[in-house]
């Protein structure tokens, strides 16, 4: 990880998402009479057209392919900023609460472990290395359980929208949002994804956004066995030493298993069940609810690259400045469900060609099935309330810090 370090503060990224998203956007400009996923000049793009739509303006505006890569670099950078930053302001806000338990606001000590462990939770940084749109995702993912834990619906269900115009599976968390009737947060994504949504209508046209439920529909029966891809797909592949694990080339896919297919359509329906029907009581609607379906949002999908993971990075500091801090018996679950999914444990790869074992390879899978059941048996709701309590929009949170 030293390397992905080393890209960030010398500001140098690859361009895992920019190629195709600019490349898609480049071939519409130059046919636009031209099926958009049809096209063979580049990599495939497999995000919605909303999540273009910037692009596209950038090269209306003007800029060349080396702006808009230059301009989404300094993005995607002070994204991590952002990334860090809001996790500091999650803990101010949240101690900023607790003044009546005699702890205090966030002293610089907290500002600044919270900060050097935001760096440093892997996804992150990598995300921004590989050129990933993935961590503007991780800044709106923050922004979202900000807002919440501030009780300002509205602004937390943009976010929410903003997430699902670049990974659909995200609409996941408005789903959430009509089944505990949080009706701002729904209104306010619905009335933003309708915005996108006819942005895109408008600039591409009908059959282009319909082509996407094709691309849908074959990214649901493929994926990489890579060991980078930390999902029930990559495990199962891998334990069978189906296609890949160690060496990695972008367009090679396992061969078909449909036991395979079927077992990880079976786990996306279970887990996707579990968060949103689990008997949360009058935890329904709070910060642990909202995160159990966040972290389904990842894991259950067929292809859940370890750069995917840097979402769980809030739900971390939401727990343990609202609930372990103050002390509990299942800290040490805490603590190593933090260390699979924030670092790269690279021993485990030597277990690559070893039956059973390499089901080790899949530590980050692991490590969010263990926050999901640490949120799920959590009994705090916003800011340690009782969830039923309605959410609202309310100022900012400065004031405690």
Known sequence: ????????LHFHQFTDSWTPMLGSVNCFLAHPNLAIYQAKLYDTLIYPLTSILPLLWMKQAGMSDASVLRALLFASWLAVVGVVAVQVLIAARISASQDSTGRGGLSWRGVVAT???AFFFM???????????QIFLDLFFSLLVLFWVERRERAAGVMMALLAMVKPQFGLLLLWSALRRRWNALA???????????ASLAVFGLRNNLDYLGVLSGL???AQSHYANQSIFGLLNRAI???ENLPYH???YPPFVPWIYHVTLATTVVLVLLALTYPWRERA??????AAIGVVCVIATPMAWEHHYGVMLPIFAWLWFAVYRRGGRRVWALALAWVLIADFLSPFNLLAAVPVANVLQSYMYFGALLLLGLLLRSHEGVLGERATEPVSDSPPLLEGL
């Not at 990880?1 to 960030?8: E, P």
């Open 115 to 117: 900060a050097f462990a």
């Open 220 to 222: 649901s029966r493929k």
């Open 250 to 252: 972008p367009y090679v």
């Open 188 to 198: 306010a994504g619905v009335a933003t994804l309708a915005v996108g949504g006819a």
């Open 1 to 8: 990880m030293r390397v992905r370090y080393w890209d960030f």
């Open 285 to 290: 609607g709070g910060m642990a609810d909202l």
């Open 241 to 243: 030493f189906n296609g």
């Open 123 to 133: 996804p992150i940084t990598l995300a921004f290395s590989l050129g990933q749109a």
